[in-house]
């Protein structure tokens, strides 16, 4: 990987989120609705979204691999060689589609396991929080740095919570858990967002267990640019391809939240 082709990973990124942004903007309010499965949204702009970010990439980048959520397959793991551009066209489409201003677009470019550059973008912030491998994370030009908060009564935590969460939900006996000894525990409904506030100190810490690749590959890489911890749900390596992750401002705060957690499961 050289300097130049790093560079132009992170410009098309931005590039990419931009012209995703532009089509959310412009979908408001005139948008069709329907749902991918219990609990799960799509719009228009959603399609819309990821046609125009699909559109720069491939004019850039028309021999790489591309992974969105808007689309039927192709969303398996990779060649361990591949690059491919992982996107979120519409990251929080129940807030979208509600009128709450919470979401944005995710786009990274990763090989394997390894995120190589990501955005985060939230259109209605026009806020573009972005990161390269090695290059630092930083936001509209101001260099990102996670919160120096380590005690986990100190910090305000967001959690990602399935669609549909059931009385006796592990999700939601994590939840329960944090709750009793962290200052604040916020659900916004946008992992993406969650990540890339994180990685900017706004928030200090975030976990969730049930997500997909495509919701926190930029995330990821924002926090862990900004300073930050992140480790896979039972405290092992984080996978990409099996995204289920504890992120943190600190080792420490990230030790006492893995601590708070219940005994990793799946289910």
């Given at each position: 990987?050289?300097?130049?082709?790093?560079?132009?990973?992170?410009?098309?990124?931005?590039?990419?989120?931009?012209?995703?942004?532009?089509?959310?903007?412009?979908?408001?309010?005139?948008?069709?609705?329907?749902?991918?499965?219990?609990?799960?949204?799509?719009t228009d702009a959603d399609l819309a979204s990821?046609?125009?970010?699909?559109?720069?990439?491939?004019?850039?980048?028309?021999?790489?691999?591309?992974?969105?959520?808007?689309?039927?397959?192709?969303?398996?793991?990779?060649?361990?060689?591949?690059?491919?551009?992982?996107?979120?066209?519409?990251?929080?489409?129940?807030?979208?589609?509600?009128?709450?201003?919470?979401?944005?677009?995710?786009?990274?470019?990763?090989?394997?396991?390894?995120?190589?550059?990501?955005?985060?973008?939230?259109?209605?912030?026009?806020?573009?929080?972005?990161?390269?491998?090695?290059?630092?994370?930083?936001?509209?030009?101001?260099?990102?740095?996670?919160?120096?908060?380590?005690?986990?009564?100190?910090?305000?935590?967001?959690?990602?919570?399935?669609?549909?969460?059931?009385?006796?939900?592990?999700?939601?006996?994590?939840f329960v858990e944090v709750v009793q000894v962290?200052?604040?525990?916020?659900?916004?409904?946008?992992?993406?967002?969650?990540?890339?506030?994180?990685?900017?100190?706004?928030?200090?810490?975030?976990?969730?267990?049930?997500?997909?690749?495509?919701?926190?590959?930029?995330?990821?890489?924002?926090?862990?640019?900004?300073?930050?911890?992140?480790?896979?749900?039972?405290?092992?390596?984080?996978?990409?391809?099996?995204?289920?992750?504890?992120?943190?401002?600190?080792?420490?705060?990230?030790?006492?939240?893995?601590?708070?957690?219940?005994?990793?499961?799946?289910?």
């Amino acid at each position: 990987m050289t300097n130049d082709s790093q560079a132009a990973w992170l410009a098309t990124c931005e590039a990419a989120a931009r012209a995703g942004g532009e089509q959310l903007m412009a979908w408001r309010g005139r948008f069709q609705t329907r749902e991918k499965g219990v609990g799960d949204l799509v719009t228009d702009a959603d399609l819309a979204s990821q046609s125009a970010i699909q559109a720069v990439i491939a004019a850039r980048f028309p021999d790489h691999a591309f992974i969105g959520e808007e689309q039927a397959s192709g969303s398996g793991p990779i060649r361990a060689d591949q690059l491919a551009w992982i996107v979120d066209p519409l990251d929080g489409t129940t807030n979208y589609v509600h009128g709450y201003p919470n979401y944005a677009v995710s786009v990274a470019i990763a090989r394997g396991r390894q995120v190589l550059a990501g955005v985060v973008y939230d259109p209605l912030a026009d806020a573009c929080f972005a990161t390269a491998a090695g290059q630092g994370a930083w936001c509209n030009g101001g260099r990102l740095k996670t919160s120096a908060v380590n005690r986990l009564a100190d910090s305000l935590v967001a959690v990602s919570l399935p669609a549909r969460v059931h009385r006796d939900s592990p999700d939601l006996l994590d939840f329960v858990e944090v709750v009793q000894v962290c200052q604040a525990v916020r659900r916004s409904g946008s992992a993406a967002l969650n990540l890339a506030h994180v990685a900017s100190g706004a928030l200090d810490a975030f976990w969730a267990t049930h997500i997909q690749p495509w919701d926190v590959a930029a995330g990821i890489l924002l926090i862990r640019e900004a300073g930050g911890v992140v480790s896979a749900r039972d405290g092992g390596e984080f996978d990409l391809w099996n995204p289920h992750f504890v992120a943190a401002a600190g080792t420490q705060l990230h030790a006492e939240l893995l601590g708070a957690l219940r005994p990793f499961s799946r289910s």
